[in-house]
């Protein structure tokens, strides 16, 4: 079975500019995970689908940050203009259900604000 | 706010030791924890998980064990292998699938 599939897994762009990532979770979870990993750090929740509906986005910083999930499926995290602050891993992760157990994580996009 | 914390930032053993990696934790209404492995350019992949009606729990060469008691975790790994070098780190589940998790251990092994 395939695991959560990131692209693009290294991205270099310049402040200001847009940039945009995305998710395949495993086919079948509901559940869908954008964590954000400064290095030397744990992952810190951005935001969590049910399906097609972001339930908890609290932690996303909605003023450059976006993400969507129209379909259900996969998945798009958007940040338009990015700044030199937001250089770090993006990671997606995905799990059957909401309730408590394993999130399945993909292999993160490393992300160079220059 | 509460969070999640390691006590140590890195851990080096001898190939074919036992490693402790600890976690403190602060929340005391959580009630699932999980510990992680995360090797160099990949995702977190995870290891062993525990409940709080637990206070251990055992798989394949590792031994997770919770005080709740101190609001303590640990991850007991027997006959470490070079393999096992990564950043180790736990976290805590809150209320619908929230992970929250601490900074990190990274385990070196020695041959």
């Known amino acids: 079975e395939a695991g959560v599939v990131q692209s693009p897994r290294y991205k270099i762009i310049e402040k200001k500019q847009p940039v945009a990532f995305w998710c395949n979770p495993i086919?079948?979870?509901?559940?869908l995970y954008w964590y954000l990993q400064n290095l030397g750090q744990g992952p810190e929740l951005l935001i969590r689908?049910?399906?097609?509906?972001?339930?908890?986005d609290s932690q996303l910083p909605k003023d450059r940050f976006s993400a969507e999930r129209l379909k259900g499926v996969d998945s798009t995290l958007k940040i338009q203009p990015a700044e030199l602050g937001d250089s770090a891993v993006y990671l997606c992760?995905?799990?059957?259900?909401?309730?408590?157990?394993?999130?399945?994580f993909g292999p993160g996009t490393r992300l160079t604000v220059l | 706010g509460e969070s999640v914390g390691l006590h140590l930032p890195t851990l080096s053993v001898q190939e074919g030791d036992n490693s402790i990696i600890n976690c403190a934790y602060s929340?005391?209404?959580?009630?699932?924890f999980i510990w992680y492995k995360q090797e160099s350019g990949k995702g977190p992949q995870f290891i062993i998980d525990?409940?709080?009606?637990?206070d251990k729990r055992q798989g394949q060469r590792v031994t997770v064990l919770l005080n709740k008691t101190v609001k303590h975790l640990s991850l007991q790994i027997a006959a470490t292998q070079p393999g096992d070098s990564a950043v180790y780190f736990c976290?805590?589940?809150?209320?619908?699938?929230?992970?929250?998790f601490g900074t990190g251990t990274r385990l070196l092994v020695s041959p």
């Open positions: 976290a805590e589940n809150l209320a619908f699938q929230k992970l929250v």
């Open positions: 086919s079948g979870h509901n559940t």
């Open positions: 689908y049910e399906n097609e509906e972001a339930v908890d």
């Open positions: 525990i409940r709080s009606n637990m």
């Open positions: 992760a995905s799990s059957p259900t909401s309730a408590q157990g394993e999130q399945f």
């Open positions: 929340n005391s209404a959580s009630d699932y």
